[in-house]
């Protein structure tokens, strides 16, 4: 079920009207795992079993690792959890496109293969939570944590209904230490987690969903008739509407399990403030990034062996991040800019150092307009159906032409107001954060600002669409 | 090693105090102001009217038994016959509403075919263009109608499987039953604020029950669309022909019945029709996919309601609320007794 629907809020209703009853503290996290697992299981029953193989092997593996006497057998459970989950993950997520890729290299060889129609259903959310898993096991082979003593608490760790499906991506550290004690949540805390599901679904429903997604499928529809206004501002919606859509649904997270007294890290620090491709990546989808980082990057060899690997590292990196993102050659591309821009701004950083002018209020406003253009670029690939329209798009950015093909001058302001005001909200928000904005407005303006919020979250029309990265 | 912290936590910076202040305004508010709009879109005669969205299609699909009535088409089938007021003439458990506004009825006849589930009855409303699949250059083409009836399907494919979607379409039918606001694509907020700021209402009324009937509730003058002069070449039909006999001869052979109907039109609507002259298209659905046929020509009871003056089909094609009732029966009543002719159980005897 998604967090925009009235199934969740019955949902939600009952889960906390259970969770604030007087149980013991296991029983609670027993309703909270039950819940979890229907929370799951009412997409597609069946699915629930990948989520508890998931689960039942890392918990098992984690043991074994913990408890091995040789090198060699640690290696061997550390081998075995990675081939199970990404084995998991090949499977259902790569499967259609290697297959797809395997026939189109044998046929580039003259070798026309026909295999048997294979249509694999993508559970929702397995991106995640077999990343979140392994990473538990990947944390006892490091020697970051103990194995968990209570299987309750880490099957909770895997299926905790706020960020199974979309993240935020968990770390085992952060989690299991708050499984132990009685949550006790704060009215403060109550407060700021319904303030936090608000906003999260203002900005799906309202921004996302409502004003800039239309925009961007006009847009993103017809590449070959767009003008450079139009692949501009399509991209510019597209951009703003990512953003919103999935830092909606983890501010909707953060929210749920605020209510709940667990406490998560935030995923999105106002990404497009950011100066920067190094600062991109620290504030967008920050769970993910710092995974990468943590299990890839820094295995790999990080930036401990001179440049020429270092570069290598990252681009291995950002190429996997963007196939973890899709099963394409267009995510692959995405995450392969990525990585050349990560690359280019070490280069400079070498070359040139710290340069007075940078840290300079113009000089910051400068290189962040600079990052988020960039950024933007990188959208293209992201969002198009396929490389070839991406290119058509791309192409039309950087085309002399005047007006507009697609879009209409209303659909116009729109994205440019919304994104003027977001870009103005994440400059502002940047080092300090919503909370701090936040405690400067007066009481009764919080209230208005949460009821005009939610009016438009009830009124907004128009399709119910997906959360974007419930695809992944 | 230690893991670099690079973010911080959801309660820092957590605003503090007055939240229960700031709850109890907001909620205030916002109750306050729905129930102001509620009343102000009843007291401007606006009724609950559920969203006829594809999840809505999709939960009346999943109620299709063995033994169901069916009945495919666009929106003209969805307005003129009313499931309830048929089943009132026949007996039996009401017919399953799956007409699709501006979405062609043959890719639901083939799922419906490929079901080895369903044996039932099918009434298929043929709107000639996307039935005989025309991709002509005015209105919305075959192939477009296609597209939409096939979102439709997808819809149900998931809808299926997915226990929250089947929750979520009863919530959501129910409330809409009861609240003119708990439909927002019903009253949009800037038709909402025109309504208020200038008492400027939307022209288009019309209400969806939960059985997916639509009647229209004002009457509205849609531009008319003049008839193209072109002839229809007769060989782009024989595929159509061959696909609407296969799905048929599928159901048929493990005990269903199609029937094809042409409900009465009238002005342009009727133009359009004509434009597929009988001998070459109509006369030859019968006999070539075994199907049964409703022609509203060959029913003067039917025909009787597609007066010129528009009394009775304001747009040419939608019935008045008023006229529906005595119209299913009527039709009802035709079925009833083209199903009996052809020596089958009859329309009463079948069960849900």
Redesign the interface.
Known sequence: ??FN???FL?FLAVVLAFYYSPLSWKTKKVLVLIASYIFY?????PFIILLWISTAMDWYLARYVSGAKTQFQRRMGLTATLVSNLGLLGFFKYGNFLLENFVAFMAALGIQYRPPEMSIILPIGISFYTFHSMSYTLDVY???SKPCRSFLDFALYVAFFPQLVAGPIL?A?DFLPQCVEPRRTS??????G???LVVGLFEKVVLADWALAPVADLVYGSPGQASPWDAWLGTLAFSAQIFFDFAGYSSCA??V??LMGF?????F?FPYAAVGFSDFW?RWH??LS?WLR?YLY?PLGGNRHGEARTYLNLMLTMLLGGLWHGAAWHFVAWGGLHGAYLMGERVLRARWGPVRWVNTLAGQLLLAGLTYGLVCITWVFFRAKDFASGSVLLKAMFTCEWGLEVLRRREAFVVVGITAAMLAGHWLMRE?????L??K?P??G???I??VM???V?????NDRAFIYFQF | MIVRSSTSNSDQGLPAGKWGKVWLLAVGLVVLTLAGLEVFWRLNEYSPSVNDSEDLWASVRHQVAPASIVLLGTSRIKSNVDSDWFASEVGGMPPLQLGIMGGSPVPVLEDLADDPAFAGIAIVEVFQKWVFNWDSPEGKSAPAAEQTARSYLNAYSTFRVSPAKRWEAALRVRLQSFLVMANPSRVTPKEMLKALWQGEFPEVRFRVFPNRHFRLEKHYDPPAQPAPDSAIPSAITDAAFARLAKAVTKLQARGGRVIFVLLPTTGNERRGEDRFPRPHFWNRLGPQTKALTIHCDDYPELLRYATPDGKHFPDGEHLYTDDVPEFTRTFARIVKSKLAGASRNGVGKAKN
Not at chain 1, 187 to 192: A, I, V
Not at chain 1, 432 to 436: F, M, V
């Open positions: 079920m998604v629907s009235l199934t019955v299981g009412a997409w597609n029953p490091l020697g970051r770390r550290t009215r403060d805390q109550f407060g700021w319904f303030a936090l953060l929210g399990a605020l406490v998560f890290k935030v995923n620090n620290r920050i769970s710092s943590d820094v300090n954060g919503l909370g701090h936040w405690q407005v009481w009764w919080r209230s208005i949460l009821a939610l009016l438009l009830i009124l907004a029309p128009g």
